[in-house]
């Protein structure tokens, strides 16, 4: 399998979590966002992804999936061991919805070219655009830490203790949030779960820090 | 079941799409999100949904349903006719990549609260908000369209002749990209799924306007 990806992707950032969970090889194949005004948008990479977003993984036999929940829902029914989902459908649903707080209500709204029309098109200054780009963070995370609270579900991770696509998904918007300066402890069970999801090689590996395009 | 939805709300739309097509009762609540500063923030509905967000799905044992796409999911599994989602795994990446085109791209930026925060904290004039409601929808649709002709997956369908997740996702966008004027008929393929889903009674019984709460 071969992952386009951006170190600091935190889309891309779920896939690779979930490529080292299931312990499946790739190649890495960087797109810088930055670069070239945006290297996701040039040809080369749009005959990979029409839609001009990283990440994309691209299967042995050139199948290219889009969408990195997709993906992932993809890898945990192909690979099924160690599975990413609970065993029951109720159990799945709320660790869908969970997943999806991150994916639909948090990230859309923190992507490079959302900031980027904010910015350039809507004309609002960095400092507005900073607190934009927490107000959805918190919004979030208060959101979903209730939602931990409530369900009781949570143990040493969102489900039970070992990590799925909850934790997949929450690890990398952290990580987000550290770099505007948000202070997770102000989510005591998303801070508990983020340290222990750090602990696990998958999560560390797949870090943008670790990654062979990292600045 | 009982589906704590607002009429134009899409997200609720996909779940009562869902609902009809495999035929399920259940009991719709109102939540207006506009009369009392917005009646899911209210504590009466926070009880039900901490998010505050529509729409919810409670189940007959009171458990509590959040994001559309999950709930979907869920009721696939659960009452599995017909399937809402393809036999392998690979098409079945596809079916959800296209839905999360529609649920991660497109429909978060154009959310009510986001529109909100646009206009009152960033200051947005109505035009240029209303021009940012349409960018997403066209990129997004664009991608949409591109998608469906790459793959050659579509038949009366986004994938084969019976709906799916995507076209439970599609429909409702499309109905807001009317609202805002878009020409759907720029995108096709988009269009003509589009008609084929709405001679479904299923589609035609969940619309806004047939709702008990539409104005």
């Known amino acids: 399998m071969k992952l386009y990806s951006y170190f600091?992707?935190?889309?891309?950032y779920r896939v690779r979590i979930a490529l080292e969970l299931k312990g499946l090889p790739y190649d890495y194949v960087p797109v810088h966002l930055l670069k070239d005004g945006g290297q996701q948008l040039l040809p080369e990479?749009?005959?990979?992804?029409?839609?001009?977003?990283?990440?994309?993984?691209?299967?042995?036999?050139?199948?290219?999936?889009?969408?990195?929940?997709?993906?992932?829902?993809?890898?945990?029914?192909?690979?099924?061991?160690?599975?990413?989902?609970?065993?029951?459908?109720?159990?799945?649903?709320?660790?869908?919805g969970l997943a999806l707080e991150v994916a639909c209500e948090i990230h859309p709204l923190n992507n490079l070219r959302v900031l980027k029309y904010i910015k350039r098109t809507l004309g609002v200054a960095d400092e507005a655009k900073d607190a934009w780009y927490r107000h959805w963070i918190e919004l979030g995370f208060a959101a979903f830490e209730a939602n931990l609270e409530r369900q009781g579900k949570a143990g040493r991770f969102c489900f039970g203790?070992?990590?799925?696509?909850?934790?997949?998904?929450?690890?990398?918007?952290?990580?987000?949030?550290?770099?505007?300066?948000?202070?997770?402890?102000?989510?005591?069970?998303?801070?508990?779960?983020?340290?222990?999801?750090?602990?696990?090689?998958?999560?560390r590996k797949a870090q943008p820090k670790e990654q062979p395009d990292a600045e």
């Open 8 to 12: 600091r992707s935190s889309a891309s």
């Open 161 to 203: 203790d070992t990590p799925t696509l909850a934790d997949i998904c929450l690890v990398p918007q952290v990580f987000n949030a550290q770099r505007f300066n948000i202070d997770v402890s102000r989510y005591p069970t998303i801070a508990r779960i983020q340290e222990a999801c750090m602990e696990l090689p998958a999560f």
């Open 45 to 96: 990479f749009r005959a990979v992804n029409p839609d001009g977003l990283v990440p994309a993984l691209v299967l042995d036999d050139g199948q290219v999936l889009q969408q990195s929940v997709a993906m992932i829902e993809y890898l945990d029914e192909v690979h099924p061991e160690p599975k990413l989902l609970p065993g029951n459908a109720l159990d799945r649903a709320y660790v869908r």
